[in-house]
């Protein structure tokens, strides 16, 4: 039981170091190649900041333990806003940006309401995948249209390339390549350990995806956001948050679909994806309802990391 815990916390330690040292290789690789930032933007930097999530989903399916995968997806989702924003609030109050009121806000919200249409037969298929991707392609795409007509200096997708290091071709090649390896071999021993311990403690592999591996794969954004509001920024947290939680359910939930069909039970539909529907929504009553203006107070904040310890205290009651 404990060596498992020290190789998942080994795992999860090299997961987060391989998926930014990939990001930067991958970026400086499509930019010696000429790659226009817009596409870089949207690809390598949109889903390399969610690669850690989507790597472990694909090696969980591909070892036949697709339901780690799916609790990872919407594990994560209701601890990045409950455990990460409930926190960030709690440390300085967060504004809603423009973006994330008009945009951004409304693409989760249909993007929560979709994976719950698709799981409400109980059963997460390969159809059900399709779906997911192709409301990620939409949103790609409304994204590409945006930044084409966005001022560079106020693009968000800009600010983030120019934290990038540059790098020789060389140099990119290497962390490219080794920071995949790297990131394969660590999800690989994460979801080796996570099912182990789930089975040591006779509990659902969905738990664990739930609770310590959402966890794990939320101590990034967590870092960042805390970070943020810290630095004088807490205006970029809530879009950061509510890009990656898009991203969990279009792109890290479609991949145990389009790998195999995986059947879910009565909790993790009305429990699990109801809690994370539950949040979704506590976030947008925050942003449209009960304030003069668009901004989640310290005492909102309370409220989410309340609900989200409550909601781990059921888990820990019912495994």
Known sequence: MWVNLL???????????????FL???AATATNLGVSNIVIGLTVVSLGTSAPEIVVALMAALEGNAILAIGN?????IANIGLVLGITAIVAPLPFSQNVLSRELPWLLGATLLAIVLIFDRELSFADGVFLLTGLAYILWQLLRSERDADPAESALTSELEE???MKQSSALFW???????????????????TQIALDLGISSMIIGLTIVAIGTSLPELAATVGAAMKGQPDIAIGNIVGSNILNILAVLAVPALISTTGLDFSALWRDSGMMLALTLMLALFAYGLNSRAVITRFEGLVMLLAWIGYNLLLIQQA
């Open 73 to 77: 997806a919407i594990g994560s989702n």
């Open 176 to 194: 490219l390549f080794a920071g995949l390896a790297a990131l394969l071999a660590s999800a690989q021993l994460l979801v080796y350990a996570a």
């Open 164 to 166: 990038l290091p540059e």
């Open 24 to 26: 930067s290789g991958a």
């Open 7 to 21: 190789l998942m916390i080994v795992g999860f330690a090299v997961l987060i170091w391989s998926a930014d040292r």
